[in-house]
């Protein structure tokens, strides 16, 4: 069966510092990956998906950036976090364009402070 | 763009009472509908999913949810809350080949004892 693995749980970070969120999935292949993001009161927004390695495609400017060096490996990054990158960002994957739904990770918990 | 509209961000509930939360869609294709269960700090459980099939389908937990083009609408329900089905409610729809997800603001249940 196929899991997603998300880490870490929780992160608490000075303004300035980098960041590296790591999602990994298993037991499929070629899978779509998303990175999104969840602010309280805000609902999810979705900040990056790719379709394949190295394919990734931004939904927002912001300064956060995705990478997918393997095909199952999705990873979220920053070279200096703001403030208002505090949130609750999930990692999620698909098969067949999202038409049966995604599987979403458990969530990293980031506090900018 | 496919777009979700769930009404009443909050909603309380008796325990053992009936549990009602409303979601209607605009989509441009046939659609895919789900609705996710969150609860806190955790990630987005699927609890049922839509895709063309029976209409009225049967989720986990005892929810349901009934499709119903001609209103747009997919609401969710469940007979009788219990004190675990607190937590944030989203529906989601897809559109068919399209790439995307759109989420509802979400519903946050609370449940009275």
């Known amino acids: 069966s196929q899991t997603i693995h998300q880490w870490p749980a929780t992160l608490v970070q000075p303004v300035g510092s980098p960041l590296s969120l790591e999602c990994t999935v298993e037991g499929t292949s070629n899978p779509n990956l998303y990175w999104y993001r969840q602010a309280a009161g805000r609902g999810l927004q979705l900040l990056f998906y790719s379709v394949g390695i190295g394919q990734i495609s931004s939904e927002v400017p912001q300064n956060l950036s995705a990478s997918r060096p393997q095909d199952r490996q999705f990873i979220l990054s920053s070279k200096k976090l703001l403030l208002s990158d505090s949130g609750f960002y999930l990692c999620?994957?698909?098969?067949?364009?999202?038409?049966?739904?995604?599987?979403f990770g458990s969530g990293t918990r980031l506090t900018v402070v | 763009a496919q777009s979700v509209t769930q009404l009443d961000s909050h909603v309380s509930v008796s325990e053992g009472t009936p549990v009602l939360l409303r979601c209607n869609y605009s989509?441009?294709?046939?659609?895919?509908l789900f609705w996710y269960v969150q609860h806190p700090n955790k990630g987005l459980q699927l609890l049922l999913k839509y895709t063309s099939a029976a209409t009225l389908v049967k989720g986990i937990n005892g929810f349901e949810a009934e499709f119903k083009k001609s209103e747009t609408s997919f609401h969710l329900t469940k007979p009788s809350a219990h004190m675990s089905d607190a937590a944030e409610y989203f529906c989601?729809?897809?559109?068919?080949?399209?790439?995307?997800?759109?989420f509802g603001k979400g519903n946050q249940v609370v449940v009275i004892p």
């Open positions: 989601v729809v897809s559109d068919r080949g399209n790439n995307r997800l759109a």
């Open positions: 999620a994957w698909s098969g067949d364009r999202g038409h049966y739904g995604y599987t």
């Open positions: 989509s441009s294709y046939s659609p895919s």
